[in-house]
């Protein structure tokens, strides 16, 4: 919103500007008045808009033409004063005061204009006749107001007016000539009409259009109001009215009809409160808030509330129920941006479906990315689909969780973090991406479709640790040894990827570990990429067993993307792991299924123990214990602590086994 308002009364000698200004101070008609009022400002509180206001007056025998050029210039909006019995006073509003404001102003920003005629008490029939002409001549001229300083009629409207021209001004809404809404305007209110649209049918049903008016205006339409605008609408406009809701024609005419008879304040509030400024652009502090800090060490997520948001999003515009987006759907979904802000490369970095649409697993996948990789992006991305309206929240800001600082992490042994972040390097040609796109469940046949320029250096999906779901966020860092910046190394984990299948491959893993982590806390851990080819002796003074065993990092792992199916993600499951656990050392790292650890493992995720435990929570969480439940519930506790002693005694046994080794 403006910080002030400056209103600037100019005109002939004598029309009564500076007996305008005194009764409106005084509120009686002055019978003395000087040539030239002092400089007053109203305080913001009595003021009907509330916002401070500086009246200014001006004399021809107190100021020079110099004083009057400048004055023109500050003012933010101008009256210009004629006496109605004056007619010289009349016709010198267009041949000297109006040319005179346009040398003075911008050509683009001109200063809105109000006519005013004084001294209505002097004469019976009005100057409008003479004045209408005039309006539909200028179009800077806001509107035209008949008053008397004498008698006090029409003098706090005529401020009113000039503040309102300031504060609601037509011109960036409305073209008189065309009598039509501007098209920045129709866009603006366009996608504050999709944003309202919760189910996006197309039409505001009777609980949009309440929600609608209690974000704008803090009030919801009483139910005979809320037919009445419908009625209106109906008699004007054909499709107007849907379903016994407003479509966005009908939408749009509404807000014509309010701008013509000079409400525009009531479409001015809409659009400010969807974050428009008065140039019909979405504000910095709307889109950018700047209460959101994030120290070094500490990342950003999106919060509960803001996934419910970004679910509800998603599920609006997924059409057909499929779970993905298609084109259209994604095309919808981005319509209410000012650009399309998710190129091709998307769909390779997180999960798609059979089609390459992304999915609702891949679409929540992006937002993560987006809101760790780049905050103020996220934001920025938020206030286009308008969260903090929806939501009821201060701002975006309120969407995001800065997480704790690492290092107390670190310090406690543990994490209330749910991304975490794999830089994954290795020589050219290694296989890095194979591995960042078998994240995605991609197959090298499959692969092998994407073209080179839509590839992505990121890939992002979920992983459960123990029963929760977590984000890995893998990251490709560019193979060029020498330009490795502190974004590249900082990370919760690192992999090192080597072609098992070439002799050469191994070495770049080795230096890249022993120049940058071997004296950090990241945990590393080495991939044995292509193993579906012929293994061959690597060319350097350890093998990779032998160099992992010295440096204590788990053994390599062995990777293959080149499978029938999906390929296996079992590895990304220990990289998540061993990013959320960095000070746990776990010594069995091998996907054999044969060791007791593997076991363990497989046991705790058999579905026995899951719907054990499902069924579990199910029965303590359920309100309404009946009495078949209770025996039910009973009977599937016995059966829980019986699996939870079994798991217990299960680890204890390969701790035992472990230590043996
Ligand atoms: P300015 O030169 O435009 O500032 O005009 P003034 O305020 O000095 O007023 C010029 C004369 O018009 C004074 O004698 C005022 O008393 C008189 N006057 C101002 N406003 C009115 C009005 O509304 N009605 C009548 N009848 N006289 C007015
Ligand atoms: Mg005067």
Redesign the pocket.
């Known amino acids: 919103m403006r910080k002030d308002v400056r209103i600037l009364l100019v005109?002939?000698?004598?029309?009564?500007?500076?007996?305008?200004i005194?009764s409106l101070v005084s509120e009686e008609?002055?019978?003395v008045?000087p040539?030239?009022a002092e400089e007053i400002t109203i305080p913001a509180d009595v003021t009907p808009e509330r916002v401070p206001t500086h009246i200014v007056?001006y004399?021809e025998a107190e100021q020079t033409d110099e004083q009057l050029s400048s004055e023109i210039s500050k003012a933010n909006v101008i009256c210009i004063?004629y006496?109605v019995n004056n007619k010289k006073s009349i016709e010198k509003v267009t041949s000297h005061w109006i040319p005179l404001i346009n040398e003075n102003t911008d050509k683009d920003s001109r200063v809105p204009v109000i006519l005013v005629g004084?001294?209505?008490?002097?004469v019976e029939h009005s100057s409008m006749e003479t004045i209408l002409p005039v309006m539909n001549q200028y179009t800077e001229i806001e509107t035209c107001v008949e008053?008397?300083?004498?008698?006090l009629k029409n003098i706090s409207e005529l401020f009113y007016y000039a503040q309102k021209a300031v504060l609601h001004p037509t011109g960036p809404l409305y073209c008189p000539e065309e009598k039509r809404m501007k098209p920045a305007c129709i866009k603006a209110l366009t996608r504050i009409f999709k944003i309202s649209d919760l189910d996006n049918d197309g039409i505001l049903n009777d609980n949009e259009l309440n929600f609608f008016q209690r974000t704008c205006f803090n009030a919801p339409l009483a139910s005979q109001a809320l037919e009445d605008v419908k009625n209106v609408v109906r008699k004007n406009v054909i499709d107007g009215v849907c379903d016994n809701g407003l479509t966005l024609k009908g939408f749009l005419f509404l807000h014509t009809l309010f701008i013509q008879r000079g409400r525009h304040e009531t479409t001015w509030t809409v659009l400010r409160r969807f974050g428009y400024d008065d140039d019909l652009e979405l504000h910095q502090d709307y889109l950018f808030p700047l209460t959101l800090k994030v120290p070094p060490d500490c990342t950003t997520e999106l919060n509960h509330n803001a996934y419910l948001f970004l679910q509800s999003v998603f599920d609006k515009h997924d059409k057909d129920r499929d779970c993905a987006l298609s084109p259209e759907e994604l095309k919808d979904l981005f319509d209410v941006f000012p650009y399309m802000p998710w190129g091709p490369d998307v769909n390779n970095t997180v999960c798609t479906n059979d089609e390459g649409w992304i999915t609702y697993q891949g679409y929540l996948s992006q937002w993560t990315l987006t809101t760790y990789l780049d905050v103020q992006r996220c934001l920025e991305y938020l206030g286009y689909l308008g969260y903090s309206i929806i939501s009821e929240q201060e701002s975006q800001a309120a969407a995001i969780t800065v997480t704790r600082d690492k290092k107390i992490d670190l310090q406690k042994k543990q994490t209330q973090r749910s991304v975490f972040r794999c830089n994954i390097f290795g020589d050219s040609g290694s296989g890095k991406s194979g591995f960042l796109q078998a994240f995605l469940g991609r197959n090298l046949t499959r692969q092998n479709t994407v073209s080179e320029e839509h590839m992505s250096y990121y890939a992002i999906s979920t992983a459960y640790v123990y029963g929760q779901e977590k984000y890995l966020l893998l990251h490709e860092v560019f193979s060029d040894f020498d330009v490795l910046s502190d974004t590249d190394l900082a990370c919760d984990i690192v992999c090192l990827v080597y072609d098992a299948s070439n002799p050469h491959s191994f070495e770049y893993c080795a230096r890249v570990f022993k120049q940058y982590f071997m004296d950090t806390k990241t945990p590393c851990m080495m991939i044995a990429a292509k193993s579906d080819l012929q293994e061959t002796k690597q060319l350097y003074a350890l093998t990779p067993l032998e160099f992992c065993r010295k440096h204590k990092m788990p053994p390599p792992q062995a990777f293959t993307c080149n499978t029938a199916d999906a390929p296996c993600k079992d590895i990304y499951t220990k990289l998540t792991t061993m990013a959320m656990h960095p000070h746990a050392r776990l010594r069995c790292m091998c996907t054999c299924n044969r060791c007791t650890f593997c076991h363990l493992q497989n046991f705790i995720n058999s579905e026995l123990v899951q719907t054990v435990k499902a069924k579990l929570y199910s029965a303590i969480l359920s309100r309404h214990v009946t009495q078949a439940d209770l025996k039910s519930s009973t009977f599937w506790l016995r059966v829980s602590v019986g699996a939870t002693v079994f798991a217990v005694l299960g680890f204890a046994m390969c701790r035992v086994l472990l230590k043996q080794r």
Not at 11 to 20: A, F, I, R, W, Y
């Open positions: 005109g002939e000698p004598k029309v009564g500007k500076t007996s305008l005194m008609f002055p019978q008045v040539y030239r007056d004399s004063v006496a004084n001294k209505s008490d002097l008053c008397s300083a004498k008698n």
